[in-house]
């Protein structure tokens, strides 16, 4: 309960993405009318959708990778930020996350996505600006988190224009640029921890 209540954010937004989650997967209306969908957005005006998708997930083990990486990283941001600072980077990462996928299909009024990886993607790279040095694990690899950040980045573009792809790394891309900008934004200082712990170890001081 201590860990809970010193990270009331991060807590609520678990809690909010598993109560809906769990409640679409046995409501396929719910489920339908939340996720995101090309076609309904653009051209029912559904904008809505751009946020609740969000909060919705494919299964439990997606379920489960995203709330894992938010408790992992939300913490460490709601703590060194304050519990505003990190709403506004997690919610400006996911709405980006969905603009950008939105701008890549919209031509593809049939796409359809869901999910928080583009809110955790940038809470990640948010993470990174803070401690790019800290070890990473990339499918089980570690490594400083400047290079995981590095290739979550270039991965996600790449793959993000192969066609028939099962993941949305559109959304991946879009929340972890947007991730960074934003914590830049409301913590200016995330610049001069980053650029003292990088020249450090380059050798420049």
Request: proline share 3%; aromatic share 12%; with cysteine.
């Amino acid at each position: 309960m201590d860990q809970i209540s010193a990270f009331p954010a991060t807590a609520v937004l678990i809690a909010a993405n598993v109560a809906a989650s769990l409640f679409a997967f046995t409501n396929s209306a719910f489920m339908n009318k939340n996720l995101f969908h090309v076609g309904p957005i653009l051209h029912r005006r559904e904008y809505h959708r751009l946020l609740t998708s969000g909060f919705l997930h494919g299964g439990m083990l997606h379920l489960f990778i995203n709330m894992y990486v938010l408790w992992g990283f939300g913490r460490f941001l709601e703590y060194n930020l304050g519990t505003v600072k990190f709403l506004i980077i997690y919610f400006a990462a996911l709405l980006g996350g969905s603009l950008w996928s939105l701008l890549e299909n919209k031509n593809k009024p049939d796409y359809r996505a869901l999910g928080a990886s583009g809110a955790t993607s940038g809470i990640i790279l948010s993470y990174c600006l803070f401690l790019p040095l800290s070890m990473l694990g990339f499918f089980f690899i570690p490594m400083p988190a400047i290079v995981f950040a590095i290739i979550f980045i270039v991965a996600s573009a790449i793959l993000a224009q192969r066609e028939n792809k099962v993941i949305g790394h559109e959304a991946h891309l879009g929340g972890a640029l947007v991730g960074i900008l934003v914590t830049i934004a409301v913590e200016p200082r995330a610049l001069s921890i980053f650029s003292k712990q990088m020249s450090a170890v380059l050798g420049g001081g």
